[in-house]
């Protein structure tokens, strides 16, 4: 947001004057509180007054009062966007609860604090529920022993086989990372057998008794990991549809809504405005575009795509962004895409359309 919103919400003339930090402070928790009991139901313009509002007030109160913020706007699905990259760049305590819990900060914004803020910042990412490689990766090259510890033990993350193997390397010396790695899921058989080989015995025999291996000299084959095991319903859950619908139908009014803007809002991981664009330009209900984007089975989402006429790029990039980072493997992910070029146009817009009388007789 590059300029503030006139609003009457507050008078940032007065209080830029007010010589009491307390009046300031007790003001932002105001607007802050405020905001979380109404957040659900704000429309699109409201939702940037208040991103405008709080990333001013941000600037002009104290830090227990940003702290205040952060934590009101921690756990909530639809949250001011700028001010929440503001607060979650801020001092560690005024951080954490947003690194930990915010669905509204992408990946690319935690890969960019990991690059660049403290180590209590990476721990506190370290632990989100949710990790993709994207972020892993960063974590494990600048996290320093409790950041890799608290990654590895963590099930909701998903590694690169070289995060997976720079991880197997730092474990050499740690014998805590040596189980909490031996307690994962998805090691490949090939770095499972290396951990064996060079864990010590006392990890051995840990693990042993913490019920993560059978016996000394075999770990448990991979499984699928914890992200892909999660409903449709709890993805879903995560994000804030309705804000980006107001932005696509915005778009859409205007003319600026083609393919071109598709794939860049999958470029930039902004899974709302995908989902609502791809509903929006396939012509169909924001509900099917939702669990076309997120299930497991790609099949409705490659066939509607070519039927649009959709670039390889375009379905490329989208099936890299939002709930598929996570929940596709490699192959499933160039399954799909040998399934979209495959198809061929006219097959794939009679089947569409025989989808559409079925709907909507």
Known sequence: ????????????????????????????????????????????EQMDIYDSVLVRLADLVESQARAYIAERLAPLRRAPEETVRKLANDEIDIAR??????????????????????????????????????????LVVKGEKQVKRTVAGNEGATFSRK???????????????????????????????????EASETVRQRLVEQGAV????????????????????????????????????????????????????AAEDRFPEVVAAFAYLAD??????KHWLVRDDTDPFTIVSKAMGLSLM???SMLMMGPWRHR????????????FQSLKPHVSKKMFEMWKNRVNS
């Open 163 to 197: 995060g997976l193997v720079d991880l197997m390397k730092s474990a050499a010396n740690d014998d805590h990372l040596q189980v909490a790695l031996g307690q994962r899921q998805d090691l490949p058989d090939e770095l499972i057998n290396k951990l064996i080989s």
């Open 214 to 265: 059978q016996d000394t000299e075999q770990l448990p084959q991979a499984a699928q990991i914890a992200a892909q095991r999660l409903s449709n319903d709890y993805w879903l859950g995560r994000y804030d549809f309705e804000t980006a619908v107001g932005r696509i139908y915005a778009m859409a009014r205007s003319g600026q809504l083609d393919e071109t803007a598709l794939q860049r809002f």
């Open 97 to 138: 609860p947003l690194l930990q819990q915010s669905t509204v900060l992408r990946d690319a914004d935690l890969a960019e604090i990991a690059q660049k803020q403290t180590q209590g910042h990476l721990e506190a990412i370290a632990g989100r529920e949710i990790l993709s490689e994207i972020v892993t990766d960063v």
């Open 314 to 316: 375009t379905v490329q």
């Open 284 to 289: 169909v209900g924001l509900e099917e575009a």
């Open 1 to 44: 947001m590059s300029q503030a919103i006139a609003t009457e919400l507050v008078n940032f003339n007065a209080l830029e004057n007010e010589p009491s930090a307390e009046r300031k402070n007790e003001l932002a928790r105001h607007v802050a509180t405020l905001f979380s009991l109404t957040s659900e139901t704000c429309s699109r």
């Open 328 to 339: 596709l493997t490699q192959e499933k992910r160039a399954k799909a895409l040998n399934r």
